[in-house]
């Protein structure tokens, strides 16, 4: 099938003026494409991830988090005991990371919860009742992790990077 074009153009104008409309894009994708990563996907999403200020961790992968919070993994690089923490299921920030970055509801992260207490192979990370809270458990388990909202003051503590 034919694109339809006006019928004073002739099919090569018409297929120049079509290009025409591409090269602008072309030609500027790698002037922006630098500039793509400066806001963090895990700010834009409305949490910041957060460790120990003297943790091994600076940044970490997106799978993970994934595996660090349903706890297939136990242990940083340096061999520090990782300690997950969650906020309330209502929580704002809770919904965004759960969505994010394990990529599933509140809901179906409760539900993987349960299968996993009910068949005695482990426990979910401790949900603590605010922002300040989890800063505060952070700040005093040095393998910890946890996330707060985008707008938190984490200056006492390290802001992870999402690779």
Known sequence: MRPC???NLSTRAFERRRLLRFV???LLSPLVEPFAGVARADEQAGFKLIVHPHG???AASRELITDV?????ARWEDGEAIKPVDQRPDARPRSSFSSSILRRSVAAVRRYWQQQIFSGRGVPPPELA???AVVAYVLNHRGAIGYVGAATDTASVRVLRVR
């Open 5 to 7: 074009r006006p019928s």
């Open 69 to 73: 919070f349903l706890k297939r993994v």
């Open 24 to 26: 602008p894009c072309a």
């Open 56 to 58: 091994p961790a600076r």
């Open 130 to 132: 605010s922002e300040e």
